[in-house]
C-alpha cells in the first residue's frame, strides 16, 4: 500500500494529485521512520574502503621499489634481490632483537605492543609454565613448543589433555618443523617451495615428539587419531596412516570428515591401478556416509584430486563429472581449486583437446571468489597454461585475464613464480596470435616491465615476431628493453635482433639506421666492455661482428667499422666462425668511397685468410675505383697474386 | 593434438637441419673440386664449369621463379585474411574454414617439384637430398595448415635473388652459399608493408569445436543422499583447523601494494593501533575505572584537610595538577595525596608554630589516622 502511494506520489503532479487525496491519510499513518541496523565494522574496514580506490598502476613500480627512483628495478633477477634484501634487513633487524634482547626492555609503549617485544628464548633449564605451552601453540612456535613440552614432563608438571592434543595437532599439522615465520611476506611471495615435486615424496618424520606424544596418550581420543592420520597423509606416510585408520576401525573409534579427506587425497599412493584406487576411494566415501559423517568443500577436492592423476583419463572424466554433480546435489559448491583439477584431469598434455575450459570460465566468470582450498591458487596459472598450450585461444585467455583482475580475485594469483608463469603464458599466447601492433601497443608496452618482465624466450619469441613482421621501428625500445631487462648478453637475442636489423634494409629509415648503427656499436662496445669479470659475457661470433660491421658500414660510420674490422683481423684465433662475405665487400665500398686503400687492402687480406675465394674480385673492385699506386698495388698483388694484368 | 601440434612447433628447426646436413655435404664436394681446379687451368676444366653454372643457373631460376609465386599466393591469402575486426567468433569460425579450404588448393605435387629442383640445385645426391626433404616436409604434412607453415618457414630461410645476373659469376659454392647460408633477404615490397601485418599463417590454428560440457549434469555418483540433515563433519580438530584457517589467509597475503595495505597488514599484525582510533586502546586496566575518579579528587582531603589556610590551599593546587595528569593511574594520585598527609604530619610541630594549622583541625588530622589504622 505504502508503496504504491510512494511511487505515484513521485510521479507527475496531476496524476498523483488525484490520487494523493485518497491515499495521503493512509499513507502518512503506515509512514515509519526506519532506522537501519548499525553495521559493525572491523578494524580494518576504513582501511580496506580507501584502499579499494587505489588501483594498480602499471606504469609504476610496485610499491615495494619506489623507495628511491634510482634504484628502481626493472629486470626480474632485480626485482628479486631488491625485495629479498629489504627482507633479509627485516630478518637482519630480528636478529639484533633476539641476540640483545636486553636492549629492547624499554617499553615506548602502553599498552606494550607484543609484535615489538624480543621472543622468549626457551632451553631445557628454562623455567616454564603450562600457560607458557598455551601461548606457544597458539603462535605456531613448533620447535619451542616441543622443547617446552618435555621439560614440563620432566618435572612432571600435568599437562592437560586438551592442551596436549592441541600440541599433537601442530606436530602433526607442521611435522615438527618450523615454517617461515608469518612476519616475512616477501619471502613467502619469493620462494619457490619444492614445488610441484613434494607431493610424491615422503616427508614424515618417523618417530618424532608427535608420534610419541600420540603413542604415550591414554586413552586414545578419536581427536587424537584424527589428527596423526591426517598428519601422516599429509606428509606422506601412508604405510603408517592406513595401519592407524583400521586400528581406528577395529576399536570402533570414529574419524572425522577431514580425516577421511586426507585419506582420498591419497588413494594413489596406496593402491596401484585405477580400478582399485578408485573402489577404495568408492570405499572410504561409504564409509563416510555409513558413519553419518557429512562430506565438504574437502571432500569434494580430495576426490578430484586423486581422480586427476589416477590413471585412464576417460573413466577419470565420466568420474569428475558425477563427483560434481554429486555434491552439487549437496549443496557444495566447487572452489577454484576444484576447477584447477578438473582441468588437470580434462587437458593432459598427450590427451584429446577438451573445451571443458570454457565451461568453467562460464561458470566463474564476472564473481569475486574467495580463498577456500590452498590449491585455489594453482588455479588461474594452469588455466592461463591450458589456454596457450592446450586450445591456444586468445579470446579465452582474455576472459581468463579479466576474470583475474575482477574484485579482489588478484589475491589468488599465488606467488610470484605462479604470477610469473601466467603473464608468460598469457604474453606468449597474445604475441603469437595478436598483430603485432595491437600486441606492442596494448599488451607490450602496458605490462612490460613493472607487470611483468619477459623471460628470454619470450623475448626471443617477441623479437621473432618484430622480425616476421619487418616492424623495424620497435627495435630500438626493444634493444633498450633487452639492456634494462639484463638480457644484453644473450647470445640468441642478440643474433635475433642483429639479424632483423640487417635484414630489413628495404624498411629503414635514415634515422633508423642512425639508431641501427648506433645499437650495434652498443653490442659491440658491450662484448670488448664485459669481459672482466663476468660470468655471463656475450661471445661475438664472426657472424655477429659480420653484422655489426653492415649495420656500421650503411650509417657510413667509417671510424667504428675499421674498429670492428681491426678486432676481427686481430682476433682470428679467439673469434668463432667468420663474417659473411657481403659484410666485407660492404666494407671495401666504404673504403673506396673514403679512398682509405690501405684499410681496404687489409679487409681484402682478411678475405684471403678466411678463404673467401671473391677476394679476387674485391681487389680488382679496389684497384679499378681507386687507381692504386705503385706501393699499394705492391701489397694488394702480395695478398692475392697477379690477378689486375687479366682485368 | 597436442603432439602433433609440439612437432609442427619445431619443424623449422628440423628443416634447417636437414639444410645443414645437405650443405655439409655439398660444401665439403665443393672444396674438392675447387681444390681441384685450382690446380690446374685445364680448358675442358673450364667448360664443364661454364655449363655446370648454366645448368644448375636453370634450375635455380626455375626453383625461384617457385619460390616466389608461393610466395605471392601466400601475401594474397594473407592479405585477404588480416581484416582487423572485433572478434566474432562465427566469422572467425568461418575465416578459419575458408582459410583451411584455400591451403588445401596446394597440391602435393607441387611439394615434390619443388623439393625435386631445391635437390637439383644443391647437387650431390640428388635423389637422397630430395627424399630428405619430401620425408620432412610430408611426415607432418597432415594438416594442410601446417604444409602451409612449413613452406613459409622454409621459403624465409632462403635467399630469393631477383636477379639472374648476379648468379652467373658466381661459382657455385657461392651459389649454395648464398641459398643456403644467407638469412632471408624475402623480398618485400614497400607496398605489403605499409599494410598491416597478419600472422594467421604463422600460428598453427586448429579446428576446435567448442562442445558445451555441462558441469553438473551428469548422473550423480550415488553415494550419499542430499536429504539428509543430521549429519555432522565429526569431531573436530580446533588447532588443526585455526592453523590451516590461517595458512589459507596467508595463501592470500601478498607483499602490500599501497600503503593502505600496508597498514591493514601492520594492523593484523597488531603492530599499529586498530580504527577507529581510540587514545584509550588497549587500556583495559583504565576501563574499569571511572573518569570523575581521576579528576576530582578533593574527596581525598575532605577526612584530614584543614578546611582553610595555607596548608588546604596548597592541597587544593596539588589536587587539581593530579587531575590533569594522564599518565598516572587512579591508585597513584591518591597515593600521592596521601602522602602529604603523612608529611605534614611529620611536620605537624612546626606547622603549629608557624599558624598553619589551627588547633580546630588537629583532631582531624589525627582522628583520620586512627581511622585509617584501624
Not at chain 1, 557429512?294 to 583419463?313: E, V
Not at chain 1, 585475464?401 to 575482477?406: C, G, I, P, S
Not at chain 1, 679467439?574 to 657481403?582: L, N, S
Not at chain 2, 604434412?141 to 652467373?168: P, R
Request: some cysteine; aromatic content about 8%; charged content about 25%.
Amino acid at each position: 500500500m505504502m508503496n504504491i502511494s510512494k511511487t505515484l506520489l513521485r510521479r507527475g503532479l496531476p496524476q498523483a494529485n488525484i490520487t494523493s487525496n485518497i491515499l495521503l491519510s493512509t499513507a502518512t499513518i503506515d509512514d515509519k521512520i526506519e532506522i537501519p541496523k548499525r553495521i559493525p565494522r572491523g578494524p580494518t574496514d576504513i582501511l580496506r574502503a580507501l584502499e579499494s580506490t587505489v588501483g594498480r598502476d602499471p606504469t609504476a613500480a610496485h610499491y615495494k621499489y619506489h623507495d628511491d627512483p634510482y634504484l628502481i628495478p626493472l629486470s626480474s633477477s632485480g626485482k628479486r634481490i631488491f625485495a629479498m634484501a629489504q627482507e633479509a634487513g627485516r630478518k637482519a633487524a630480528h636478529w639484533v632483537r633476539q641476540e640483545h634482547a636486553d636492549l629492547f626492555q624499554h617499553r615506548e609503549a602502553d599498552p606494550v605492543i607484543e609484535a615489538f617485544v624480543p621472543p622468549m628464548v626457551y632451553t631445557e633449564e628454562s623455567e616454564v609454565a603450562v600457560a607458557d605451552l598455551e601461548k606457544l601453540i597458539e603462535m605456531r612456535q613448533v620447535v619451542d613448543s616441543a622443547v617446552v613440552y618435555r621439560v614440563l614432563k620432566e618435572k612432571n608438571v600435568e599437562v592437560a589433555q586438551e592442551l596436549e592434543q592441541g600440541l599433537l595437532e601442530l606436530l602433526c599439522y607442521q611435522n615438527c618443523e618450523d615454517g617461515v615465520s608469518e612476519e616475512f611476506v616477501e619471502e613467502r611471495w619469493f620462494r619457490q617451495a619444492s614445488k610441484g615435486k613434494e607431493f610424491v615424496k615422503k616427508t614424515w618424520k618417523d618417530g618424532d615428539l608427535a608420534e610419541q606424544i600420540f603413542s604415550k596418550m591414554t586413552p586414545k581420543t578419536p581427536e587424537s587419531y584424527c589428527a596423526i592420520i591426517q598428519g601422516m597423509s599429509k606428509y606422506r606416510q601412508m604405510d603408517s596412516a592406513v595401519q592407524l585408520f583400521e586400528e581406528a576401525q577395529k576399536s570402533n573409534i570414529p574419524l572425522n570428515t577431514n580425516t577421511y579427506n586426507s585419506l582420498i587425497q591419497s588413494v594413489n599412493m596406496i593402491k596401484e591401478n585405477f580400478d582399485m584406487r578408485w573402489s577404495l576411494l568408492a570405499d572410504f566415501l561409504t564409509q563416510m556416509k555409513n558413519s553419518n559423517l557429512k562430506p565438504n568443500l574437502g571432500t569434494l577436492n580430495a576426490i578430484l584430486y586423486a581422480l586427476s592423476f589416477m590413471g585412464n583419463p576417460k573413466r577419470a572424466k565420466e568420474y569428475v563429472l558425477q563427483t560434481l554433480a554429486e555434491f552439487k546435489n549437496l549443496g557444495i559448491e566447487p572452489s577454484l581449486g576444484s576447477w584447477y583439477y578438473v582441468i588437470l584431469t580434462f587437458c593432459k598434455e598427450r590427451g584429446p583437446v577438451s573445451t571443458i575450459l570454457h565451461d568453467i570460465i562460464n561458470h566463474l566468470e564476472d564473481k569475486e571468489h574467495q580463498i577456500r582450498d590452498l590449491k585455489d591458487t594453482h588455479f588461474f596459472v594452469t588455466a592461463m597454461e591450458m589456454a596457450r598450450h592446450h586450445l591456444n585461444d586468445v579470446a579465452l585467455a582474455r576472459r581468463i585475464d579479466k576474470l583475474l583482475n575482477y574484485g579482489d580475485n588478484y589475491n589468488l594469483i599465488g606467488d610470484s613464480y605462479k604470477e610469473s608463469v601466467y603473464f608468460r603464458h598469457y604474453f606468449a599466447l597474445l604475441c603469437d596470435n595478436l598483430p603485432l601492433e595491437e600486441f606492442m601497443n596494448d599488451v607490450y608496452f602496458k605490462l612490460v616491465p613493472h607487470i611483468y618482465v619477459p623471460e628470454v624466450g619470450i623475448m626471443a619469441e617477441v623479437l621473432n615476431q618484430v622480425d616476421v613482421n619487418g616492424a623495424v621501428e620497435y627495435i630500438p625500445k626493444l634493444w633498450s628493453d633487452l639492456i634494462v631487462f639484463d638480457q644484453s648478453h644473450r647470445e640468441n637475442l642478440v643474433d635475433c635482433i642483429l639479424n632483423t636489423m640487417v635484414n630489413n634494409e628495404q624498411l629503414v629509415t635514415p634515422e633508423l639506421t642512425e639508431s641501427f648503427a648506433k645499437i650495434a656499436w652498443d653490442i659491440y662496445s658491450r662484448s670488448i666492455n664485459e669481459e672482466e669479470g663476468r660470468v655471463h659475457r656475450l661471445n661475438l661470433t664472426g657472424d655477429l661482428l659480420g653484422k655489426i660491421l653492415i649495420l656500421l658500414v650503411r650509417q657510413k660510420d667509417f671510424e667504428k667499422a675499421c674498429k670492428v674490422m681491426d678486432r676481427l683481423d686481430k682476433n682470428q684465433q679467439t673469434i668463432a666462425g667468420v663474417p659473411k662475405i657481403e659484410a666485407l665487400a660492404l666494407f671495401v665500398d666504404l673504403c673506396i668511397e673514403e679512398k682509405v686503400p690501405s684499410r681496404g687492402i687489409d679487409c681484402i687480406q682478411y678475405c684471403t685468410d678466411c678463404g673467401f675465394p671473391e677476394a679476387n674480385s674485391l681487389a680488382v673492385r679496389l684497384h679499378k675505383e681507386l687507381n692504386l699506386d705503385e706501393v699499394f698495388l705492391e701489397r694488394l698483388t702480395k695478398v692475392v697474386g697477379d690477378v689486375f694484368s687479366t682485368s | 593434438m597436442s603432439r602433433i601440434y609440439l612437432i609442427t612447433w619445431h619443424l623449422p628447426n628440423n628443416i634447417k637441419n636437414t639444410f645443414h646436413n645437405v650443405r655439409h655435404r655439398t660444401l665439403q664436394k665443393v672444396s674438392l673440386c675447387t681444390s681441384s681446379s685450382s690446380s690446374s687451368d685445364d680448358d675442358t676444366k673450364l667448360q664443364k664449369k661454364v655449363e655446370e653454372k648454366k645448368k644448375s643457373k636453370e634450375a635455380l631460376d626455375k626453383l625461384n621463379k617457385l619460390l616466389l609465386t608461393m610466395t605471392e599466393d601466400d601475401v594474397s591469402s594473407k592479405t585477404k585474411l588480416n581484416l582487423a575486426q572485433p572478434t566474432n567468433k562465427r566469422q572467425k569460425k568461418l575465416r578459419e574454414k575458408q582459410d583451411f579450404k584455400e591451403s588445401k588448393a596446394t597440391p602435393t605435387e607441387t611439394l615434390v617439384n619443388a623439393a625435386n629442383n631445391v635437390a637439383e640445385s644443391i647437387g650431390g645426391d640428388v635423389k637422397q637430398t630430395q627424399s630428405e626433404l619430401l620425408m620432412k616436409l610430408l611426415n607432418v604434412a597432415n594438416g594442410d595448415a601446417t604444409v602451409n607453415t612449413n613452406l613459409k618457414d622454409l621459403v624465409k630461410g632462403m635467399k630469393i635473388d631477383q636477379e639472374s645476373a648476379q648468379g652467373a659469376g658466381l661459382s657455385k659454392a657461392q651459389q649454395v652459399r648464398q641459398i643456403l647460408q644467407e638469412q632471408s633477404k624475402a623480398p618485400r615490397r614497400k607496398g605489403d608493408m605499409a599494410k598491416p601485418r597478419s600472422k594467421s599463417a604463422k600460428s598453427p590454428k586448429r579446428d576446435v569445436v567448442v562442445e558445451k560440457i555441462s558441469l553438473f549434469g551428469s548422473e550423480p555418483l550415488g553415494i550419499f543422499s542430499p536429504n539428509q540433515n543430521d549429519l555432522t563433519e565429526g569431531v573436530v580438530n580446533k588447532t588443526w583447523n585455526h592453523l590451516y584457517d590461517k595458512d589459507l589467509k596467508l595463501a592470500v597475503t601478498h607483499p602490500p601494494s599501497n600503503y593502505f595495505q600496508q597498514m591493514i597488514l601492520w594492523t593484523e599484525q597488531k603492530k599499529i593501533w586498530k580504527f577507529p582510533i581510540d587514545n584509550e586502546q588497549g587500556l583495559e586496566e583504565e576501563k574499569k575505572v571511572y573518569f570523575t575518579d581521576h579528576v576530582f579528587l578533593e574527596k581525598h582531603l575532605e577526612p584530614w584537610c584543614p578546611l582553610k589556610g595555607p596548608i588546604r590551599h596548597f592541597m587544593e593546587l596539588v589536587c587539581v595538577g593530579l587531575s590533569k595528569n594522564p599518565y598516572l593511574t587512579v591508585e597513584a594520585k591518591k597515593e600521592h595525596v596521601l602522602w602529604f598527609r603523612e608529611y605534614f604530619k611529620d611536620k605537624l610541630e612546626l606547622l603549629q608554630e608557624t599558624g598553619a594549622i589551627q588547633e580546630t583541625d588537629l583532631g582531624k588530622l589525627h582522628a583520620d589516622q586512627k581511622q585509617s589504622e584501624h
